[in-house]
């Protein structure tokens, strides 16, 4: 058996090979997309902290600005932790799930947020339409967690029980 490298290609060809029905195919192809691009998009953030949101930070001082960006740029530090760390847990149950809660638990002061901008004293009117739109984001990202989650519970329940001796066919 080869020695595991930093590639995740490797670790995804070992969870392909390690499932046990369709289910599990789909949870791997949900998952560790989900998981990559929340990646991917977290460093751009990091990067371009404003992009996207200039609607709203045009309206800020100079010191909330900063303040927001530091936020931001930490805060997308921490999720791309955090999803390189679910990245090698694989698509069990237990790993998915706390994908799932941490996403919920992330996404729910946005999803506040976005549905009552409109009330935010000072908030600058013009950015409706993009805060609607990250409220749909999180509601996707949401969705699409859940469903890998139950993906990954089909696929535990498709896997096979038992020892290597109790479950290798009989020669009869």
């Known amino acids: 058996m080869a020695t595991p490298s930093l590639n995740p290609m490797y670790y995804l060809r070992h969870a392909w090979d390690a499932t046990h029905s ?4 789909l949870c791997i ?3 560790y997309l ?3 691009l929340q990646i991917i998009w977290a460093v751009e953030i990091v990067i371009f902290p404003t992009r996207g949101w200039e609607c709203m930070s045009d309206g800020f001082t100079e010191y909330a600005k900063a303040n927001s960006v530091m936020l931001l740029r930490g805060m997308n530090i921490l999720t791309v932790g955090f999803y390189l760390y679910a990245d090698r ?3 069990k149950v237990w790993n998915v799930a706390m994908v799932f809660l941490v996403n919920l638990v992330w996404s729910w002061p946005v999803l506040v947020w ?3 901008y409109s009330e935010l004293e000072g908030a600058p009117q013009d950015c409706e339409a993009t805060m609607s739109g990250m409220g749909v984001v999180v509601w996707v990202l949401l969705i699409w967690s859940f469903v890998a989650l139950v993906c990954a519970g089909m696929e535990k329940a498709a896997s096979p029980r038992g020892s290597a001796g109790e479950t290798a066919p009989l020669n009869v």
């Not at 369709?22 to 195919?25: A, E, I, L, R």
């Open 22 to 25: 369709t289910w599990g195919k």
């Open 89 to 91: 847990g694989g698509i």
């Open 29 to 31: 192809v949900l998952f």
């Open 34 to 36: 989900f998981i990559w």
């Open 114 to 116: 976005s549905a009552n």
